[in-house]
């Protein structure tokens, strides 16, 4: 849920719920839900210090004060968070059903802000409807055309032939001007618009996601008060054919920065060769192997985090949390049997069948399991019963 990036390095593509480092004007951060390490100041402009957070506890478990109280306003402190969408105008009964639940989950009783970013003007529809939906003060920004397009080293003949061919190899969104602009801009941009820089903290939401169980408490304070910097919900592995070219920029970057690569970093979820080649893991709320790259090597492994507690959709995945008492707990409308967490999918794109994922011959571990092992942390109950290997083949239509 939240992210940390890098700044104007190759580093960068895309999202989730973290923290963001934009404020701060250095490393950058793409991210999605998260807290900082300075100070943090309320959105309604109150400081707040670590002290002040001790003072007022939140209620994490069932069995913690004022769990139940899931009407009217949530006391305590808020983070200097917003909630962010990429969109178009089209995406607009899309964005609704996201942010409907969204806000009947967590943020109805926490009313942050939600920033919207386009790359055309947002027309009255989509204002009008946003701003009634949204508990929070709503901000929408057109994104600048340098942001939105190729940089000027870029040979276009060559981009055109490469688009050409991957149409051709059925490569998902091979030939897409656009999604390369929207990706671009997730990577190296979003962070930087000015309605952006006035928040530490971001959340990403996108069209057509679910939030399936009820969020009991602030993720973007549970990450401050943890000195978390980028969380995820899931993890999975990337179409490689679309990032054929990322670890080399990642080895050169790693090469010529070797001062902003963190000791105690995760290197050991993206690769099984100690950084040689990519394993093609990444995290996300949304797509992300930049962000998760970035991430991984410019953070302690601590600083990263799991929400098994979120319970998040977005096509063709879901997080649904392990242990039934959770489920029921946070009342959850998600079926178990769709929690990808433990499944052995290695989710490679199959160039013969658009949009598939099939269950691989021998699965290997998956993103999240690997997040556990690595953080040696206990797997949640129940997990083992979600790793039976259906014979699925995901399609997206
Ligand atoms: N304004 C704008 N937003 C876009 C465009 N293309 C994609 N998006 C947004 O970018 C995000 C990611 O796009 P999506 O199609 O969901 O890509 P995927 O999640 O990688 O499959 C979503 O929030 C989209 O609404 C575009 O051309 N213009
Ligand atoms: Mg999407």
New binding site residues.
């Given amino acids: 849920m939240t992210g940390a990036g890098t700044k104007g390095s190759e580093i960068q593509k895309?999202e989730s719920l973290l923290k963001s480092g934009a404020s701060t004007g250095s490393d950058s951060g793409k991210s999605s839900v998260g807290s900082s390490p300075k100070g943090t100041t309320g959105s309604s402009g109150i400081a707040v210090s670590h002290q002040d957070l001790s003072e007022a506890p939140m209620a994490l478990s069932p069995s913690d004060a004022g769990w139940d109280n899931l009407m009217g306003t949530a006391p305590g402190p808020r983070m200097n968070a917003t909630f962010v969408?990429?969109?178009?105008n089209s995406?607009i009964w899309?964005?609704a059903r996201s942010i409907r639940q969204v806000e009947d989950r967590f943020n109805k009783r926490y009313n942050y802000d939600w920033v919207f970013?386009?790359?055309?003007p947002f027309d009255a529809t989509f204002k009008k409807v946003t701003s009634s939906l949204v508990s929070g003060k709503t901000h929408y920004g057109e994104?600048p055309q340098e942001h939105?397009s190729f940089p000027d080293f870029i040979d276009q003949d060559k981009a055109k032939k490469v688009r050409e061919d991957m149409a051709q190899r059925k490569i998902i969104?091979g030939d897409s001007v656009?999604?390369r602009?929207?990706?671009r801009f997730?990577s190296g941009f979003f962070f930087r618009q000015p309605l952006m820089m006035n928040y530490e903290w971001y959340w990403r939401v996108?069209?057509?996601i679910e939030l399936f169980c009820d969020v009991h408490y602030d993720p973007f304070r549970y990450m401050a008060e943890n000195k978390k910097k980028y969380s995820f919900v899931l993890s999975l592995y990337e179409y490689v054919e679309t990032i054929p070219t990322l670890w080399d920029s990642v080895k050169k970057f790693i090469k010529n920065n070797p001062q902003h690569i963190a000791e105690g970093n995760s290197m050991a979820f993206l690769s099984d060769d100690g950084g040689d080649t990519y394993n093609h893991c990444h995290m996300r709320w949304?797509?992300a192997p930049v962000h998760s790259i970035a991430a991984g090597l410019l953070l302690k492994k601590e600083e990263i985090h799991f929400f098994n507690d979120i319970a998040y959709y977005?096509?063709p995945f879901t997080h649904c949390p392990t242990g039934e008492k959770t489920r029921l707990d946070l009342r959850c409308h998600c079926n178990p049997k769709d929690n990808f967490d433990w499944k052995g999918y290695s989710c490679k794109y199959r160039p013969a069948v658009l949009f598939c994922y099939k269950l691989p011959a021998n699965p290997r571990p998956t993103g999240t399991s690997r997040y556990f092992d690595l953080n040696g942390l206990e797997k949640p109950e129940g997990y083992e019963n979600q790793q039976t290997r259906d014979d699925v083949v995901f399609c997206i239509t």
Avoid: F
């Fill in positions: 895309e969408t990429l969109a178009r995406d899309d964005i970013l386009n790359d055309k994104i939105w969104y656009s999604y602009h929207m990706c997730e996108e069209p057509s949304g797509d977005h096509v």
